[in-house]
């Protein structure tokens, strides 16, 4: 609902879904910083608790999540109205037993805490990290207290009144599922580029799921997506369920700081020598997200203007679509051996046809199976 709602003279009339729309565009630290009373007002009333469950990977995700700051992640939790009520590794309680002594009430007991929370309903569930489905489909690879993760979200996702997939592991089950994992590690909604392989397809259950992918994801991405769902505000997103407002249709090619010298053809041919990476392995013109408009580590910079090249890890193909990391993208034929790059140039050149990077994108990355075949939304999705 859009309130429209004064804010004591800080952006008048700015409503909820403005608020968001400005942060998304400004960067959720600096907007949340400068607008700290139209923020409080935007998002005033809402009380959501929060299920974060984690799986299979690095635990990358909740270091940049917390890395976040101008507010810090709790303050701006806080801000939005959301409680972090389960993380197993940022909570006091542990496990059946302190000090000896067996408790069973939540003070104590995670398990206890997360049974309660799940019952009661109510929350959001956002996953980190892939869920493996092995051996011969127990999830036995990977348990929370001695139960497989794989049944404990089953339990979570029932009762979740949406559901987000941080990171590429939990979205598409990125390094953890590569090169078919022995565990059969699976993302939330998706493997792969396949909806019909996800954790939920396994399991039957019919659930949206918000895909923020990224290896790490971007803090931005995350607090403000939540902000989105914690509010009740739709989330536009693309087919692989990312939110357009961080997974666009430009790749990040398109404004990436040394995008110049590949105009000029002024391209690497080693590293550290300050231009063009494509010829060092990036991935830019078939990866897509924000990157650099919104930067990482405080704005500062992102991995191109670092010296390394994109490797494309928000896609639902990485890593093994995308490998080897540094060998230049044109020497991956995907028609008649024709390389991306001269296959971009051609449908670029081809403006009739209404087509452009996209396409060859898709054409590259291809699917996670042949046999597969995901799902083609037509347009945007709301969620």
């Not at 987000?164 to 590690?185: E, P, Q």
């Not at 536009?236 to 990040?252: L, Q, S, W």
């Not at 000029?264 to 990476?277: I, M, N, Q, S, W």
């Not at 081809?350 to 042949?370: F, N, Q, T, W, Y």
Request: proline letters at 6%; hydrophobic letters at 40%.
């Amino acid at each position: 609902m859009d309130t429209g709602s004064k804010t004591d003279g800080v952006l008048p009339a700015m409503g909820r879904r403005t608020f968001l729309a400005m942060a998304a565009a400004a960067g959720a630290a600096a907007f949340l910083a400068a607008n700290a009373p139209a923020v409080a007002a935007a998002v005033a009333g809402a009380d959501r608790k929060i299920i974060w469950l984690r799986g299979a990977g690095c635990g990358g995700c909740t270091a940049s999540f917390l890395n976040g700051g101008n507010p810090d992640v709790l303050a701006a939790l806080q801000g939005i109205g959301a409680e972090l009520a389960y993380h197993d590794g940022l909570m006091a309680q542990q496990g059946v037993f302190v000090d000896g002594e067996a408790k069973s009430i939540q003070r104590y007991n995670s398990n206890t805490l997360l049974d309660n929370v799940v019952t009661a309903g109510g929350y959001l569930l956002v996953v980190e990290g892939a869920i493996p489905n092995g051996p011969n489909g127990s999830g036995r690879y990977f348990t929370l207290g001695g139960e497989p993760l794989k049944d404990v979200f089953g339990r979570a996702a029932a009762n979740a009144d949406a559901i987000v997939a941080v990171g590429t592991c939990a979205a598409f089950g990125g390094i953890s599922a590569a090169a078919r994992s022995a565990t059969d590690a699976r993302g939330v909604g998706y493997t792969g580029s396949s909806r019909f392989k996800g954790i939920l397809g396994e399991l039957g259950m019919k659930k949206d799921v918000v895909n923020v992918p990224g290896c790490p994801a971007h803090p931005d991405w995350l607090l403000l997506t939540l902000a989105d769902l914690v509010t009740g505000a739709p989330v536009a997103t693309d087919d692989y369920r990312r939110p357009v407002a961080f997974f666009g249709p430009e790749p990040i090619h398109t404004a990436c700081p040394r995008r110049g010298f590949y105009d000029v053809g002024r391209r690497d041919g080693g590293f550290a020598e300050g231009h063009c990476l494509y010829d060092r392995g990036c991935k830019g013109p078939v990866a897509y997200a924000d990157c650099p408009t919104r930067r990482w580590n405080g704005g500062g910079n992102m991995c191109t203007q670092a010296g390394g090249p994109c490797i494309a890890c928000a896609e639902p193909g990485f890593p093994d679509a995308f490998s080897p990391f540094y060998q230049a993208i044109e020497g991956r034929g995907i028609i008649g051996g024709i390389g991306v790059d001269t296959g971009a140039k051609i449908v670029l050149g081809a403006a009739v046809l209404g087509a452009g990077l996209h396409a060859v994108k898709r054409l590259a990355i291809g699917e996670s199976d042949p046999d597969d075949k995901p799902e083609r939304e037509k347009g945007k999705r709301r969620l």
